[in-house]
Nanobody
Framework: QVQLVESGGGLVQAGGSLRLSCAAS????????MGWFRQAPGKEREFVAR????????DYGDSAKGRFTISRDNAKNTVYLQSNSLKPEDTAVYYC?????????????????????WGQGTQVTVSS
């Protein structure tokens, strides 16, 4: 059983940056691909980014491309999401997730169902 705890959310002005962290425990972190999702009020959970277990493969949702960067430190059992040029529409609860599955299609990892474990989320609010 893997436990995930996100941190680093908060209130930021448009154009600002935040670095979200997700600390994992209870499993072998380097065996899991990791992802970030977000969910705004009244909206479905949205894929933001994912990174392979070794950190060699990353991909991003359309809203994150060019502004967000996912990375991981397997020695610290932590995955990060560097979020730059934030916009009010980035306001959401951000969740990290872990998956032990193998991707079978290019977008397998974009689905919430592909992930086995989830954190409790961290709120990001971007003011205009």
């Amino acid at each position: 059983q893997v436990q995930l705890v996100e941190s680093g959310g908060g209130l930021v002005q448009a154009g600002g940056s935040l670095r979200l962290s997700c600390a994992a425990s209870g499993g072998t972190f380097s065996r899991y691909a990791m992802g970030w999702f977000r969910q705004a009020p009244g909206k479905e959970r949205e894929f933001v980014a994912r990174i392979s277990w070794a950190g060699t493969i990353t991909d991003y949702g359309d809203s994150a491309k060019g502004r967000f960067t996912i990375s991981r430190d397997n020695a610290k059992n932590t995955v990060y999401l560097q979020s730059n040029s934030l916009k009010p529409e980035d306001t959401a609860v951000y969740y990290c997730a872990a998956s032990s599955r193998v991707t079978t299609t290019p977008h397998s990892a974009h689905s919430a169902a592909w992930y086995d474990y989830w954190g409790q989320g961290t709120q990001v609010t971007v003011s205009s």
